[in-house]
């Protein structure tokens, strides 16, 4: 016998589906839209689709600009920093990935 | 409940100035941020800095804490039944709730800000988002299937406090799911404070260590080895894979490092990643008389210089 709890929930690829806004953003990271504006501005994060009414972000946003927000809380960085960071880590992480693949 | 030398864990004096006790944290802080240290202990040491600069920056908490006096790290701690008397701690913590008891027998609840006083706007009416983060056995993404987690949920109990609870969730990992993106739960985040719907839960994914395959994004790399005859005059062997052992072809005159493709057979996300098979040269040991006098007539029919590259 199995109660509803045993059963597993369904669970989405978020990335897959998602197209978010800048409220979306604002929302689901608990910061201003102005603050996410500032990202994209900043080069934070990519508009992929400029619509004419409001701006258009893949899923892979989201882990971002947590990842962003994170920095600047923790490490008291500034927009500039944060971007630098961000562009740092992406290189870290690709020469890991490399370093880790090699025979 | 143990002492906490905040001083010792930000590694300043007890008479340190502002300054001192700002830089002193941001170097730590860079050092052991979790998403740029590679060091083990990153996390928990992280969390531990975070809570000492929590306490030393603020003047009142500082005070107050000082009046504790110096302590003995692992002692037996309760706080004195007069503690905090004539102190107010304004709410101006960071939102991780994994701040230690200590901590939280000091300055409770109104040592920090409430998960609803985060700063931003949200939706009125609708509960928050939770976000957490597991780690998950490669093949749950390669066969898909449930699994159970085990998550942390800051939550605030009885008393107004801000605990972390455990919380399990069977949950059926989507197939092709790749590290860095989330499972979405509808409805799995925080209730509404009001009528309002419950919010959701975002669980990033990340990989345990797979004894065979290695992964960059949607693709696998397998290391494989070959016998030096198998590698010079090409051979078909069986390959594990994640969909089963096939029979790979090794091209005559394959080399150590050479890698070899099969392609859409990575991690079935959509499109599907690659499986890459890199190519090593295993030699057979010379430890009897037939191995070595076979290492001695491949030696004496073949003019080969590993080092003419070298120049010698």
Known sequence: MSSPEDQALLGAIFEESAVLTVKDLSRMCAVDEEHIVEFVEEGVLNVVEMNTTEWHFTGAALRRARLAL?????????????????????????????????? | MEFKDYYKIMGVARDATEAQIKQAYRKLARKYHPDVSKEKDAEARFKEVGEAYEVLKSPEKRAAYDQLGQGHPGQDFRPPPDWGAGFEFAGAGPSDPSYSDFFESLFGSQGRAGPGNRRGAFRPGRGEDHHAKVLLDLDATLRGGARQLTLRVPEIDADGRLVSKERVLNVQVPKGILAGQHIRLSGQ??????????????????????????????????????????????????????????????????HAGGKLRLKGRGIPASPPGDFYVLLQIALPPANDDKAKGAYAAFAAALPFNPRASLGV
């Open chain 2, 189 to 254: 985040g925080a209730r509404a404070s009001g009528e309002g719907a419950p919010g959701d839960l975002y669980i990033e994914v990340d990989f345990l260590p797979h004894p065979l395959y290695k992964v960059d994004g949607r693709d696998l790399y397998l290391e494989l080895p070959v016998a030096p005859w198998e590698a010079a005059l090409g051979a078909t062997v069986k390959t594990p894979t994640p969909t089963g052992t096939v029979d790979l072809k090794i091209p005559a005159g394959s």
């Open chain 1, 70 to 103: 994170r920095l600047e809380r923790d490490l008291e960085l500034n927009l500039a920093g944060v971007a630098l960071a961000l562009e740092l880590i992406e290189e870290l992480q690709r020469l890991r990935r490399e370093l880790q693949v090699k025979p």
